[in-house]
């Protein structure tokens, strides 16, 4: 089934691409594909890509404005000496080291966002330059721009290519807004929406690199799934970083416990008591005890004790004082004295005849 088939290599959930190795040395095979190119194209490429002493790459408008020329003219000079290139003998002569990079693009899944696959192929700016140069050259690779739904990305398989695309299409729009699912769960339903994708690239590793891709899905420091906009998904502040450490921890904390995880788990600086004046303005939270928090997903009622109370007897009529201690409970943390002394309170409430209370 789908859930064996994406963890059957047991590979990391989200591990970073591995780094390339190659037989060929991307500097010597740069510099002998340029030489194939009439002079004044090798200048645009190479100050295009970043291939001689700066890192820095040029845009068109730039390289026309030092050149005097126009942006239009400077694309057709690249073009051009990319075409010579691609026609040129040491080109051909070079076909195994393209095999090579497409090997290891296919190793990826065929598919891979480009600062992941550029990070890989060079450990360095300088030969990542190289590398987007050779991407660029090679006739194999295929870029993909970016836009509001996906990253830039790289690819070697136009059909596996679009099969990702609208599998995560279907995936976000099967996603509740406000969903968020464990990172198993989430690749079995991935499995469910791909079509016609060769089964030896649906490993975990694989699949989670795919999901990568969208810009719409994302995951949270606790490897949980969901909508990017999802508010147990995004993370853009100290609140949100309290969300996630409470629901780790699955029951209610104490607010100097909460900024102490944010600090420890999350690697993010969280004073005390900015996590309390977060934690008391964010709706996503109710005070449940003295400084202690739990969420309001959970079920807990806001508001002090007298509060509960009324509520519970509201919702179930009169009731007897056990049952009102354990209904408040469920909702409150706090002594069971603390709930007697607010019963005895006739301000508030009353003691029945049979023993049981009601609001007075």
Excluded: C
């Excluded at 420091?221 to 780790?248: C, F, H, M, N, Q």
């Excluded at 509520?311 to 009529?317: D, K, Q, R």
């Amino acid at each position: 089934m789908a859930t064996k088939t994406a963890r059957k290599t047991g590979a990391k959930s989200g591990a970073k691409a591995p780094v390339a190795s190659f037989s060929f040395d991307s500097a010597a095979l740069v510099k002998k594909l340029l030489s194939a190119v009439p002079e004044r194209s090798r200048d645009v490429l190479i100050r295009r890509f970043g291939l001689a002493g700066s890192v820095r790459r040029e845009t068109l408008e730039s390289i026309g404005e030092r050149s005097g020329i126009t942006r239009e003219r400077v694309r057709q000079i690249e073009a051009a000496g990319l075409d010579a290139l691609r026609s040129s003998k040491k080109f051909k002569e070079e076909q195994e080291a393209f095999a090579e990079i497409a090997r290891f693009v296919e190793s990826l899944g065929a598919v891979v966002a480009e600062d992941e696959l550029l990070a890989a192929l060079g450990k360095d700016e300088k030969a990542r330059n190289r590398f987007r140069f050779l991407l660029v050259a090679g006739a194999a690779f295929i870029r993909e721009r970016e836009t509001d739904d996906f990253l830039a990305r790289w690819h070697i398989d136009p059909k596996t290519a679009k099969a990702i695309h609208e599998a995560l299409n279907a995936l976000y729009k099967g996603l509740e807004d406000d969903e968020v699912v464990p990172e198993g769960e989430m690749l079995d339903r991935f499995l469910e929406e791909l079509k016609g994708v060769n089964d030896a690239y649906k490993r975990e590793e694989v699949l989670t690199r795919w999901l990568g891709l969208s810009k719409k899905i994302a995951k949270n420091p606790l490897g949980e799934w969901g909508k990017a906009s999802a508010p147990g998904v995004r993370t853009k502040g100290i609140r949100d970083y309290a969300y996630l450490a409470i629901k780790k921890k699955g029951a209610p904390m104490h607010f100097s416990e909460v900024a102490a995880t944010i600090s420890g788990v999350f690697a993010k600086k969280a004073h005390v008591a900015t996590t309390h004046n977060e934690l008391i303005k964010d709706p996503r939270f109710v005070l449940v005890g003295r400084g202690l928090y739990a969420l309001t997903e959970w079920g807990y009622t806001p508001g002090v004790v007298r509060d509960v109370i009324r509520e519970v007897l509201e919702e179930h009529g009169p009731l007897k004082k056990d049952e009102i201690i354990t209904r408040v409970k469920k909702a409150r943390f706090v002594k069971d004295n603390t709930i007697v002394v607010n019963l005895n309170d006739s301000r508030y409430f009353k003691r029945l005849t049979d023993g049981r209370y009601a609001a007075a």
